[in-house]
Every structure is written in structure tokens, then in C-alpha cells.
């Protein structure tokens, strides 16, 4: 079955220092990824999107961005940290192709300080 | 652009009745895929249902159901025989396939006991 990891769970970090997210997929090939950005109380935002290494679409201009090193491996940068970018981020899978269904992973709590 | 409008913030319901939670979202598109996701305290999204817009028949998943009412762009949830367990953040959302998600705005749901 396929597992969806991220990591870290919980991280604090200070106004203009980097940032690394990591998304990693088990038990499938291929699969396309999301990265998802949720403030408190709201809905989910879209922020970047790739169906295959090298091919990552943002939604949302902004200090952040993503990259794909490997087929399963999806990572959330950022070089400096705004207040603003506190927030739940999410990772997202689904089968490649046109799969329709995302399947989520447990998120990560970020607070900018 | 698509949208998707959830108009109750909050909904409460007895353990063992029935609740239903809406959902309406706007498209001009005729093929398209509705989901209803949950989000418990973990806040890790949990997929609870999806529909097809294709299909005609309503989705169901054991005590999960859909009113799919296509021409007025409506997604209604039914919980039947509400469960302690059942008590998170419900979000509706929309999808064309590989793309982004476009959710609403959840809709927050309490089981009194």
C-alpha cells in the first residue's frame, strides 16, 4: 500500500532564515505531488504541483519554492522566512496520469517568529 | 474561476442522528470530480467520499453519503448514525483531474453526546 511521510511534524524558525520541507511517497511510481498551504481557520491553498521530476508548476508567487530531486521526493524551500508564511503545510499524492483522488500526508505546523 | 462555497461554519448533531453539511461550487466546466475531506485535530485530511460528475448514482462509504445535484452545482454530506469519531473539520472540495484542488472553506462539525 502507498504511504505518504513529511517531515519535520513541528518546526519554529526566526523571520529570514531558510527553510526545507520534505514529502516523501512509498509504494507507488510516478505519482504526482502537491504541496498545500493552510492557514488557521481556513480552507487549503494550492501552492506548487508537479506530475514528474522536473515539471513543477507553482499557483501562488511568493518567497517559497519546490523542487522534485527524485521521482518520489518532493521539497518545500524557502531561503528566507516571512511572518507571513507561518502556517499547516500539507503534501499531497495522487497516480500519475489524470488520477483525480489526492491522498494527503500528516502536515507540518510552522511558526515564524 | 471554479469555487467552492460551504455556508456553515459550524454544525452540531446528537450521537446516532443524522446531519447533513452543504456544499454548492461554481464551474462552466461538464466533467469534474467532488470530494468531501475530513480533518480531524491531527489535521492530517482524510478522504471521506467522491463523486464523479459523470455518474448519476450517489456516492456512498458505509455511514457517508452524497446529494449530487448537478444542474443546481449542490454536494451535500449525510452522516447517518453520527459517531463520537466523526467530529472534525469537513471540507468540501473540487477537482479536474490531476489539478489543484479547490476547497471550501470547511464546515466545522461537533457530536454532542
Known amino acids: 500500500s502507498q504511504t505518504i511521510h513529511q517531515w519535520p511534524a513541528t518546526l519554529v524558525q526566526p523571520v529570514g532564515s531558510p527553510l526545507s520541507l520534505e514529502c516523501t511517497v512509498e509504494?507507488?511510481?510516478?505519482?504526482?505531488l502537491y504541496w498545500y498551504r493552510q492557514a488557521a481557520g481556513r480552507g487549503l491553498q494550492l501552492l506548487f504541483y508537479?506530475?514528474?521530476?522536473?515539471?513543477i508548476s507553482s499557483e501562488v508567487p511568493q518567497n517559497l519554492s519546490a523542487s522534485r530531486p527524485q521521482d518520489r521526493q518532493f521539497i518545500l524551500s524557502s531561503k528566507k522566512l516571512l511572518l507571513s508564511d507561518s502556517g499547516f503545510y500539507l503534501c499531497?499524492?495522487?497516480?500519475?496520469?489524470?488520477?483525480?483522488?489526492?491522498?494527503f500526508g500528516p502536515g507540518t505546523r510552522l511558526t515564524v517568529l | 474561476a471554479q469555487t467552492v462555497t460551504q455556508s456553515q461554519p459550524e454544525m452540531s448533531v446528537q450521537e446516532a442522528e443524522t446531519v447533513t453539511l452543504s456544499c454548492t461550487y461554481d464551474?462552466?466546466?461538464?466533467?469534474?470530480?467532488l470530494f468531501w475531506y475530513k480533518q480531524p485535530p491531527s489535521r492530517q485530511m482524510i478522504l471521506v467520499i467522491r463523486?464523479?460528475?459523470?455518474?448519476?448514482q450517489n456516492a456512498t462509504e458505509n455511514r457517508f453519503s452524497v446529494n449530487f445535484q448537478k444542474a443546481a452545482k449542490s454536494f451535500s454530506l449525510k452522516i447517518s448514525d453520527s459517531q463520537l469519531g466523526d467530529a472534525a473539520m469537513y471540507f468540501c472540495?473540487?477537482?479536474?483531474?490531476?489539478?489543484?484542488?479547490?476547497f471550501g472553506q470547511g464546515t466545522r462539525l461537533t457530536i454532542n453526546p
Open positions: 509504494g507507488t511510481s510516478n505519482p504526482n
Open positions: 499531497a499524492w495522487s497516480v500519475g496520469g489524470v488520477s483525480d483522488t489526492q491522498y
Open positions: 463523486q464523479e460528475a459523470y455518474k448519476q
Open positions: 464551474t462552466s466546466e461538464s466533467d469534474y470530480y
Open positions: 472540495a473540487y477537482s479536474q483531474g490531476a489539478q489543484k484542488l479547490v
Open positions: 508537479s506530475i514528474g521530476i522536473d515539471q
